[in-house]
């Protein structure tokens, strides 16, 4: 099983990066509508994530914080967690882990719900946060 994770993964990951990369979700209906946009017509704090995969992908750093301002900062969280993981688990390196604090998951939750308040505010400058 662990096997097929470690193969399986990375290719269904690959598969999907050349699918963003090549497709742009503007323009193609294969792409899923966010529900909660559709059904309250207020944006959540996906919305805009599909958008800033095919930007980040083509190098478009401005694409990607004017649809979803939170996902490059996702990113790099993201990139953090697995470096950390791998320079303390292969070379023992003893940095340390902001994930393993208590109030971590309770500041990224904030961060989050204040996101998607201020992203919905139909006034300058918290209408920049909504996706373009």
């Keep these: 099983m662990k096997k097929i994770i470690n193969f399986g993964l990375p290719i269904i990951f690959l598969g999907l990066a050349v699918l963003f990369f090549v497709l742009n979700p503007n323009e193609h209906e294969i792409f899923p509508k966010c529900v909660f946009h559709s059904a309250t ?3 959540c704090p996906g919305c805009g994530s599909q958008r800033a995969i095919h930007s980040l992908l083509h ?3 401005a694409g990607v914080m004017g649809t979803n301002f939170l996902f490059l900062p996702a990113v790099l969280l993201f990139i953090y967690h697995y470096t950390f993981l791998f320079l303390n688990n292969k070379f023992k390196w003893r940095l340390p882990n902001i994930f393993s604090f208590k109030s971590t998951p ?7 719900i204040l996101f998607w308040i201020l992203r919905n505010m139909p006034v300058y400058p918290f209408d920049i946060l909504a996706p373009n």
């Design 106 to 112: 309770w500041i990224i939750l904030g961060v989050i």
């Design 41 to 43: 017509g207020y944006y």
């Design 59 to 61: 190098l478009n750093f």
